[in-house]
């Protein structure tokens, strides 16, 4: 069974840069495992941010952005603001089958 | 405007059923792969399910193979999960989401419905 890990739980300044990874047991991220990220704020669905590793919909602000970093998604955080604290979740594509990370706590101190 | 507006949860006995709709318009909705994502009281996100747009094709997490199976009705603009022999581990916020796969990935999202699974 395919794992992907997160960070449990990170703190960032407002204003800061801050960067969360999230890594496959199968081994590296790649772009055909198609990384997606999504926010989600409590009381509230998903709301996606990055597709297909950097890729940013039309609504995402600019100050977010998607890489694969050392066999890794990562999405990065520049110039935070305290809207931003909220719950990151990764999703990797595995063929058919898709798989989320366990989601980042972001905190924003 | 994009809509996916789920229904059909509720309260349920261990061992029973329950069927999922979703219902979706602002989009071509014979066109898109759709997915099934489900969230427990305080944890993480668990993807559950995805359909081809023609109904063609289903993958599953492995939790939920043979007891449930995601369908859809072209004509309707409606997507389904039928749930069968649910367990306590089942009860989850479901979520029905758009799933492009690489053109844009998992893009919009409904705001899910309750099911609980409970004696």
């Known amino acids: 069974q395919t794992v992907v890990t997160q960070e449990p739980s990170l703190t960032v300044s407002p204003g800061g840069t801050v960067t969360l990874t999230c890594a496959s047991s199968t081994g590296a991220v790649t772009t055909g495992n198609y990384p997606n990220w999504f926010q989600q704020k409590p009381g509230q669905a998903p709301r996606a941010l990055i597709y297909s590793t950097t890729n940013k919909h039309s609504w995402t602000p600019a100050r977010f952005s998607g890489s694969l970093l050392g066999g890794k998604a990562a999405l990065t955080l520049s110039g935070v603001q305290p809207e931003d604290e909220a719950d990151y979740y990764c999703?990797?594509?595995?063929?058919?089958?898709?798989?989320f990370g366990g989601g980042t706590k972001l905190t924003v101190l | 405007e994009v809509q996916l507006v789920e229904s059909g949860g509720g309260l349920v006995q261990p061992g029973g059923s329950l069927r999922l709709s979703c219902a979706a318009s602002?989009?071509?909705?014979?066109?898109?792969?759709m997915s099934w994502v489900r969230q427990a009281p305080g944890k993480g996100l668990e993807w559950v399910a995805v359909i081809k747009a023609d109904g063609s094709v289903k993958y599953y997490v492995d939790s939920v193979k043979g007891r449930f199976t995601i369908s859809r009705d072209n004509a309707r603009n409606s997507l389904y999960l039928q749930m069968n022999s649910l367990t306590a581990g089942d009860t989850a916020l479901y979520y029905c989401?758009?799933?492009?796969?690489?053109?844009?990935?998992?893009?919009?999202w409904g705001q899910g419905i309750l099911v609980t699974v409970s004696s």
């Open positions: 999703l990797l594509y595995y063929g058919g089958v898709r798989v």
């Open positions: 989401a758009r799933d492009t796969g690489s053109y844009l990935g998992f893009d919009y």
């Open positions: 602002g989009f071509t909705f014979s066109n898109s792969w």
